[in-house]
């Protein structure tokens, strides 16, 4: 390697100072911190621009660059033991990992006058040649001070969040370096904060600093830069030990290994083995022609609450006091609380009647909150909202998002917490069991109405399927059917008057699709919004042969059914339709079923010595 340039941060501090036109950026008084550098103010910025490298020298071949900000806020990755315990150590990390081949190649810099190129040249480094002959370019922004990410509070997210505002036509991509503790809280609300985002923002850390001999920090930090250098993924991410997570999906589970984080109900964005291997179906995308922008600020009067048995009363009342607007009661189970408490359960309607958010969110790790039982429907009757499978950290920072948009009636914002603002929640849980189709139809749907992801994409596959299928259903159409049922779709879900597929087959006679649907497990007892079954639906439009099928396959007439028939049969017989009463004999009636006045079908052929009629209700009828 060439020589190597050790400048410390505050030589690029100072040179960002010097750029800046707004003098001081010490910490105030209070607990906000600031980025000291501020380039790209007042100076022509080079960054995020890709550079056309062609002869520059024999080791170095054409390659193209991707820029990537590292926002360095703290944490144990860049601390040193001092006294015993970790601290962050300020104006080391650029030095230290200029030192490391694998983060830094000298070479490459020099030869291709990369610091003349690149504005701060101080604070910007360059990773080895990657695969497909890239070369990620980083510039590291220096918080001061570094903090452990105990220390942070909201007003640090929203520093973030302006600095990625204000970086972010200069880079490709976005590393966030940040504590491992309240991790997961600051990558919940940069992911609310960012809003109409289209690039990457990853958020990483270790658990042991990276100047140790053994530590995670060095991949984490690699596999963040490498992530957020090569993939559209428009998401604030988290990445930790090999794992690309969402923000707003993951926390912190563990304090004394390296697999500390997890995303308990949404798999992982990326899996980092011998291959980077993203899940495109899971990664959420932008719905919107809107340009990025990020919503700094935050509404500060918000809570977490975490339900116990035996909680007092004075507890609840205490934590709801004014001037709490928001709040996130952690529930048992799937959303519950004791029913048997209406001490407790008053005291929260009182709090939503006027007007505080509070957030249902269960205990558990794993799961969602569902009204199964009376226990959690008592929370629904007190005013609370389901946070279905959002993590406590993500609904809180929605919560304070959500609460600081002061322009939004009490209604709007209520309306906003149940929606998946950021991926945040599933969308439909139901769904999400269902195998994600490849249907080029179902994909350009989805495309052309701007789906986010997975379980969107699936929740309008099943909204779709019902309409579509009895479409196909009615016009007979047994390959659209096939095509439909290779989507993973269920072909007994109904429409919007309970109709299914077969019903709609049974009216129209199409005796095979029938046959196919039955063969592909459709309900011969499903009855529309009408109460009518396709069996009735076969008999009321004299489809024999659909009859016969259908009777074969075990449908019937209910017993009330069967009772009021003779009315029917009777009319029938008076006007000598003997196709219609054919359709009752086949449907299993018992032609001596008397109507309304007592008199029956039998009756009156015999009265009127209708010889066919008498034969055909005399005849016990055949399916086969
Ligand atoms: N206390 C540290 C922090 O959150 C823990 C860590 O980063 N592993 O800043």
Redesign the pocket.
């Known amino acids: 390697m060439a020589e190597m340039k050790s400048t410390s941060v505050s030589d690029m501090t100072s040179l960002a100072r010097a750029l800046s036109s707004s003098g001081s950026h010490e910490r105030d008084q209070n607990d906000e911190f600031h980025s000291q550098t501020n380039f790209g103010r007042g100076s022509v910025p080079h960054l995020g621009r890709k550079r056309k490298l062609m002869g520059c020298g024999n080791a170095v071949h054409s390659c193209e660059e991707v820029c990537v900000l590292v926002i360095n806020t ?4 860049g601390m040193t033991l001092k006294d015993g315990v970790l601290e962050p150590e300020p104006n080391a990390f650029v030095k230290n990992l200029k030192k490391l081949i694998m983060f830094h190649d000298e070479d490459y810099a020099q030869k291709t006058k990369l610091y003349d190129y690149y504005d701060f040249p101080e604070s910007t480094l360059v990773l080895p040649m990657c695969k497909d002959n890239k070369r990620i370019v980083y510039t590291i922004l220096d918080y001061n001070p570094l903090l ?3 220390n942070m509070t909201p007003k640090d997210w929203g520093t973030i969040g302006k600095d990625i505002e204000k970086y972010y036509e200069k880079y490709d991509g976005f590393v966030v370096l940040h ?4 991790m997961a809280y600051t990558s919940s609300a940069l992911s609310f904060m960012c809003e109409h985002q289209g690039k990457p923002v990853i958020l990483t ?3 042991v600093p990276i100047y140790e001999m053994r530590n995670d920090g060095r991949g984490n930090l690699m596999g963040a830069l490498m992530i957020a250098g090569q993939f559209y993924i428009p998401e604030v991410c988290l990445y930790f030990n090999n794992k690309l997570y969402r923000g707003n999906r993951s926390t912190k589970v563990d304090s004394g290994r390296f697999h500390a984080f997890c995303s308990p109900n949404l798999g992982p964005l990326a899996d980092v083995e011998v291959d980077i291997k993203i899940n495109w179906d899971t990664v959420w995308r932008p719905n919107t022609t809107e340009r990025f922008r990020v919503r700094p600020e935050v509404n500060r009067n918000v809570g977490l609450l975490r339900l116990f048995p035996g909680i007092t009363t004075q507890t609840v009342i205490a934590f709801l006091q004014s001037p709490l607007e928001g709040a996130v009661l952690e529930t048992y189970g799937s959303g519950n609380a004791p029913d048997n408490r209406p001490d407790l359960l008053a005291e929260l309607k009182k709090a939503t009647d006027r007007g505080v958010i509070i957030m249902n969110c269960t205990q558990c790790l794993r799961g969602t909150v569902n009204p199964t039982y009376a226990t959690g429907k008592v929370l629904m009757d007190a005013g609370l909202i389901p946070g279905r499978d959002m993590t406590p950290e993500a609904a809180l920072c929605k919560l304070s998002y959500v609460l600081a948009r002061t322009e939004l009636s009490l209604e709007d914002k209520k309306k906003m917490m149940k929606q998946n603002l950021r991926g945040e929640m599933s969308a439909d849980l139901a769904g999400a069991k269902l195998s994600m189709s490849d249907s080029r139809f179902i994909q350009v749907i989805a495309n052309t109405l701007s789906i986010s992801c997975k379980e969107e994409l699936e929740a309008i596959r099943d909204a779709l399927t019902p309409p579509l299928a009895c479409a196909a259903s009615k016009i007979g159409d047994i390959d659209a059917l096939k095509a439909i049922r290779e989507m993973g779709s269920d072909l007994s879900l109904v429409d919007y008057d309970g109709r299914s597929p077969l019903h709609v087959a049974a009216c129209e006679g199409h005796l095979e699709v029938v046959k196919y649907l039955l063969g592909q497990g459709a309900s011969v007892h499903a009855r529309d919004r009408f109460g009518n079954t396709p069996l009735r639906n076969a008999m009321h439009f004299r489809h024999k042969e659909v009859v016969r099928l259908l009777r074969r396959t075990g449908a019937h007439l209910s017993t009330d059914e069967r009772k009021e028939a003779g009315t029917d049969l009777y009319s029938l017989a008076a006007s000598g339709d003997l196709v219609g009463l054919e359709m009752w004999m086949l449907a299993g009636v018992d032609p001596s079923t008397p109507g309304y006045d007592s008199q029956t079908a039998i009756s009156l052929a015999k009265a009127t010595e209708n010889l066919e009629m008498m034969k055909l209700l005399s005849q016990i009828p055949e399916f086969e």
């Open positions: 703290g944490g144990t990755i452990d990410s105990s504590g491992t503790d309240t850390g270790s658990q």
